[in-house]
């Protein structure tokens, strides 16, 4: 199994410019997330999909968009890009097993740096 | 109220050390307490999970200590190597709703 795979892992953009920034697992989990780390500010949930054709926002969804069409992508597409959207970004999924602990598979994570 | 405090920022010891890392929260509704590990350059990994109804978890030489009245847990790693050397999170979260809520970080440093 490749597990959490992200593309690209190095990114420039200018301000304004959209882009998508890609995401697969090959684990068949149900549940997949996006993340942007700052520095000290920790991991931040930007959007998540429960399955496929099921997303929900979360705490700092503007400026992105998410869709969920099949079970292994979940691309995250930046509509207008911002200076203020600096970060690396990780993707995760996961899976539950009744009875243990939920775990979250994190991929290597894009660095976007907005001009 | 969804947040989670986390301390020190930074923390060095030396080999053979006990760090210990701190966090806290306020939302009595989390049921879900996982600490990741971060080396540079890598995304986190799991690194030890524990539910509100067990005061102590032991993995290795990773521990977790939770206190549910003070809405408190811990990370303690026993006989610290410098491999153990990495940013850890702490994060909380309603188990099923998958929104995790993340701790600012730890950068350990663990001197040969």
């Known amino acids: 199994n490749a597990g959490v795979t992200q593309t690209p892992k190095f990114q420039v953009l200018k301000t304004g410019q959209s882009m998508t920034l890609q995401c697969a697992q090959d684990m068949n989990h149900e549940y997949m997330s996006w993340y942007r780390q700052d520095p000290g500010m920790g991991l931040r949930l930007i959007h998540y999909s429960v399955g496929a054709g099921i997303t929900d926002q979360g705490e700092v969804p503007n400026g992105y968009n998410v869709s969920r069409s099949t079970t292994e992508d979940f691309p995250l597409r930046l509509l207008s890009a911002a200076p203020s959207q600096t970060s690396v970004y990780f993707c995760?999924?996961?899976?539950?097993?009744?009875?243990?602990?939920?775990?979250?598979?994190f991929g290597p994570g894009t660095r976007l740096t907005v001009l | 109220q969804q947040q989670v405090k986390q301390s020190p920022q930074s923390l060095i010891v030396q080999k053979g050390g006990i760090p210990i890392i701190n966090c806290a929260y306020e939302?009595?509704?989390?049921?879900?307490f996982p600490w990741y590990q971060q080396f540079p350059g890598k995304g986190p990994a799991l690194l030890i999970a524990?539910?509100?109804?067990?005061s102590e978890k032991k993995e290795g030489r990773f521990t977790i200590s939770f206190n549910k009245s003070a809405k408190q847990f811990s990370l303690h790693i026993m006989d610290s190597q410098p491999g153990d050397s990495a940013t850890y999170f702490c994060?909380?979260?309603?188990?099923?709703?998958?929104?995790?809520?993340f701790g600012t970080g730890t950068r350990l440093k663990v001197l040969a």
């Open positions: 939302n009595t509704a989390f049921d879900y």
């Open positions: 524990i539910r509100p109804d067990v």
């Open positions: 994060a909380a979260s309603i188990q099923g709703t998958y929104k995790y809520i």
């Open positions: 995760a999924s996961s899976y539950r097993v009744a009875g243990a602990v939920d775990t979250q598979y």
